[in-house]
T-cell receptor, first 115, second 110 residues
Framework: GAVVSQHPSRVICKSGTSVKIECRSLDFQATTMFWYRQFPKQSLMLMAT?????????EQGVEKDKFLINHASLTLSTLTVTSAHPEDSSFYIC???????????FGQGTRLTVV | GQNIDQPTEMTATEGAIVQINCTYQTSGFNGLFWYQQHAGEAPTFLSYNVLDGLEEKGRFSSFLSRSKGYSYLLLKELQMKDSASYLC???????????FGTGTKLQVIP
């Protein structure tokens, strides 16, 4: 089955530092990747949509300079949380959409804690 | 715009059958997803319906009616481990973003 690998699964960082999260599609080419964040007991919130080789499309209210997204290849997208603050602590989840089948699969998620 | 509705919570008994409904109103339609999400974990893929009809996969089945903007997820022979949130999501024409409903929290009781 389709596998999307997301790393790291957990990260603790100091306030003001940057954190990079990787999302890889292991056995299919992902024409589109999505980045979500989710607070406890709340719904998934789409942050941005990225297509390989082009700039990401950010949802309203998401700071593109703070959440840097790079989709350099058909199997890799990265999300960098710059100058992290405690309020950025959340569960970040990527999703990759198979360009052939149209199905979208999730990575395992990254639990970010900013102290 | 996209609007997706599903019940907030449901409770069902172990061994029983439960149907989780999802209605949607979208500008364009290219497919409907169902995902399962356990607390503290990322969603896992259950099904992807593009055409009308019922698709069965083990204990889980998913139904789609595009003309009615309606889908359901059917879970048979419920097990305690099926207690989770079930997310309905729709994608408009083309490979654009996937829009999620708020999810249905299912509790399976003995």
């Amino acid at each position: 089955g389709a596998v999307v690998s997301q790393h790291p699964s957990r990260v603790i960082c100091k306030s003001g530092t940057s954190v990079k999260i990787e999302c890889r599609s292991l056995d299919f080419q992902a024409t589109t990747m999505f980045w979500y964040r989710q607070f406890p007991k709340q719904s998934l919130m789409l942050m941005a949509t990225s297509n390989e080789g082009s700039k990401a499309t950010y949802e309203q209210g998401v700071e593109k300079d703070k959440f840097l997204i790079n989709h350099a290849s058909l199997t890799l997208s990265t999300l960098t949380v710059t100058s992290a603050h405690p309020e950025d602590s959340s569960f970040y989840i990527c999703s990759a959409r198979d360009g052939t089948s149209g199905k979208a699969f999730f990575g395992q998620g990254t639990r970010l804690t900013v102290v | 715009g996209q609007n997706i509705d599903q019940p907030t919570e449901m409770t069902a008994t172990e061994g029983a059958i439960v149907q989780i409904n999802c209605t949607y109103q979208t500008s364009g339609f290219n497919g409907l997803f169902w995902y399962q999400q356990h607390a503290g974990e990322a969603p896992t893929f259950l099904s992807y319906n593009v055409l009308d009809g019922l698709e069965e996969k083990g204990r889980f089945s998913s139904f789609l009616s595009r003309s009615k903007g309606y889908s359901y997820l059917l879970l048979k022979e419920l097990q305690m481990k099926d207690s989770a949130s079930y997310l309905c999501a729709v994608t408009p024409g083309g490979y654009q973003k996937v829009t999620f409903g708020t999810g249905t929290k299912l509790q399976v009781i003995p």
